[in-house]
């Protein structure tokens, strides 16, 4: 089967995935040529009391948009487990020695990323359909940088990067899920180009 990677990013309303919400979710699948397969974009609907009125300023969060588009939290996650169902190609082992298919995902600072996810579908009680080791194009550049020996540039944000190697990607769209994995998903394929 044909391996397929799923590029995704979340806006969150604070830093602590214990306890703050995700409030807006964007994907990508794409094929083994890295060409697009299906989007999935949901913005989630939240309690401003669980949210950091700094994060909601950064993440462009406008309440009148929110209430008209977004969907609350378990259906946005049972969804994106459909989504990440239809794109699962990675093989895995179960206990009982029966074999299993979850999505690759891939995030910018993954770090970040993986666990809010993971700790956002515990607390709904919602099955995650995805590979816990998330792939990370903050390490694929960081890595990049060490083997080519070439100066690595002030910062590793996802902006930063972008305009270093040419990708294209508005500022008004930074801190926008679908924005964002757009640019990852093409910084990806950038940096997988100048490896080869």
Known sequence: MEQRLIFYDLETGGPDPKRHPII??????????????????AKVRFDKRNANAHSL?????????WAREGRSAKEVAIEFGFFL????????????????????LVAH???????????????????????????????????????????????FQLATLCERFGVPFHAAKAHDALGDVTATARLFQTLIHKSL
Not at 85 to 104: D, E, F, I, N
Not at 117 to 142: E, I
Request: proline share 6%.
């Open 57 to 65: 300023r950064k993440r462009h969060y406008h309440p009148g948009i």
């Open 109 to 155: 600072n993954a770090a970040f990323d993986g666990p809010f996810l993971v700790a956002w579908h515990k607390r709904l009680g919602v099955y995650l359909p995805a590979h816990r080791m998330v792939l990370c194009t903050m390490q694929l550049a960081m890595w990049h940088f060490t083997i080519s020996r070439t100066s690595p540039p002030a910062n």
């Open 24 to 41: 807006q979710l964007a994907a990508i699948a794409v094929d083994e040529g890295c060409e697009p397969i299906e989007a999935f974009e």
């Open 85 to 104: 169902r239809r794109h699962s190609t990675k093989t895995g082992l179960s206990a009982q020695g029966q074999s299993y298919r979850v999505a690759q």
